[in-house]
């Protein structure tokens, strides 16, 4: 048994209604009809017992109703006057349509209307102060707070039913969010192995090449390009297996990214997963090729590229990646008759990328949100070269994104700073 105290609501609502009826009753003294029992003690006994279970009727509602039902039945019996504590009656029927399964409310207030059908048709056989309309309306004050308390327990149910389902979506949010996170930077691992791998092989051949170039000439260095080799062989072995394992997390995040955005868009830009892992690294050279795609997929765009710096390989793969997700977010929510523009710019020390849309939406389409998965991604790219990102609302309608990755290439630099040395070498041994 519940032995926790009452509810406030229901003890005030006790309260009140028990103030009502004993100065109701009160007042009544010495107007009574001589057919009609006076309010005596057993009255207010009586009274207080149809009232008071009423502070259970939300943790007992079936006890209460019967409770409540059953000093109904002695109170007509006895013939004492009706006071507003006979409304307990009814709020226990609500109380037990709105906080009990249907089948047992409906099972419970039928067979408490059929005693007091009952109880009632007997009066009225028995004594003239009983009215044959009591009959009718019997039926009607029990139905009536009976269909209310249904209509609140419907009510409630679909609000926790939306609550739930409210914190369902934002869990599942959460959860593509951080499948778009661990995918992006899987992803970016795995590029950024390719550029330096690709690195520490030139590495470590030429370093075999001098050593084998210097033979016995040099033992002391001969030992120490040696070493540099095996290191460099030891360090792509090591990336190898690290990469092994991000590779795993990164295609069953891809997996779900993409069909997440299958669901939304109806479409998929080609090559915006990472699929299997062998397919190429993507450059700025293949940009025409991803605008043909999304042009197919019905977003016309256009392409703009300007400038011929040299851009590292990890700094293009994240360009490409930021226009690829800006377009995909574009085809997904600017709507149909739309366009997209697309400028990359190169200089000497960054790379400008600038993606619009015009976001000319159509009635009924889906509105433009603000965020997304891509976006996190691009951030995280972005965040990874020491860049700047910035996306918001066009003025005039539509979305665009901006980003300038650092392109700052030390082996241009560093190989044009060696010639120059060689040069001065050849000269001054000229001289």
Do not use: C
């Not at 005039?396 to 560093?414: E, I, K, R």
């Amino acid at each position: 048994m519940d032995l926790r105290p009452p509810r406030w609501n229901d003890a005030l609502v006790v309260g009140g209604l028990l103030a009502l009826s004993v100065m109701w009753a009160a007042s009544l003294t010495g107007f009574q009809y001589a057919e009609i029992r006076p309010i005596d003690p057993l009255g207010y006994t009586l009274l207080v017992a149809m009232v008071i279970p009423l502070l259970w009727r939300q943790r007992y509602p079936r006890a209460v109703l019967w409770l409540t039902g059953g000093a109904w039945i002695v109170v007509v019996g006895l013939g004492y006057e009706a006071t507003p504590g006979m409304l307990g009656l009814f709020l226990a029927i609500y109380g037990i349509a709105s906080y009990m399964p249907r089948a047992t409310a409906i099972r419970h207030s039928a067979a408490l209307l059929g005693v007091m059908l009952a109880w009632t048709a007997v009066g009225t056989l028995s004594s003239d102060a009983v009215p044959t309309s009591a009959l009718f309306a019997i039926p009607v004050a029990v139905i009536v707070p009976f269909a209310i308390g249904v209509g609140d327990r419907r009510r409630r149910q679909r609000v926790s039913e939306l609550e739930v389902a409210h914190a369902r979506r934002e869990q599942a949010g959460y959860e593509a969010a951080t499948d778009a996170v661990r995918a992006e930077r899987a992803r970016i691992a795995r590029e950024l192995h390719d550029v330096v791998a690709h690195e520490i092989t030139v590495m470590t051949l030429q370093a075999e090449g001098a050593r084998r170039r210097l033979g016995a000439a040099d033992p002391d260095l001969a030992e120490t390009l040696s070493t540099i080799a095996s290191s460099g062989r030891t360090g792509l072995e090591e990336m190898q297996r690290m990469i092994g394992v991000l590779r795993a997390s990164e295609l069953e995040a891809n997996q779900r990214v993409d069909t997440d955005r299958a669901l939304a868009t109806g479409a998929i830009v080609p090559g915006a997963s990472a699929g299997d892992g062998l397919s190429p690294m993507p450059s700025l050279a293949a940009l025409p090729s991803l605008v043909r795609h999304v042009q197919e997929s019905g977003l016309p765009v256009t392409l703009e590229i300007s400038g011929s710096a040299h851009v590292p390989a990890g700094v293009e793969v994240s360009a490409y990646r930021i226009v690829q997700e800006a377009l995909t977010n574009a085809l997904k929510h600017a709507g149909r008759g739309a366009r997209a523009e697309v400028i990359v710019k190169r200089t000497a020390d960054a790379v400008h990328i600038s993606v619009e849309d015009d976001g000319k939406a159509a009635p009924g389409d889906s509105p433009r949100l603000p965020g997304g998965h891509g976006l996190t991604g691009m951030a995280e790219r972005v965040q990874a070269l020491g860049g700047a990102l910035s996306h918001g609302p066009r003025r005039g309608g539509g979305f665009q994104v901006h980003a300038v990755l650092p392109s700052g290439d030390d082996q241009v630099s560093g190989s044009v700073s060696r010639e120059q040395a060689r040069t001065a070498e050849s000269r001054g041994a000229s001289t």
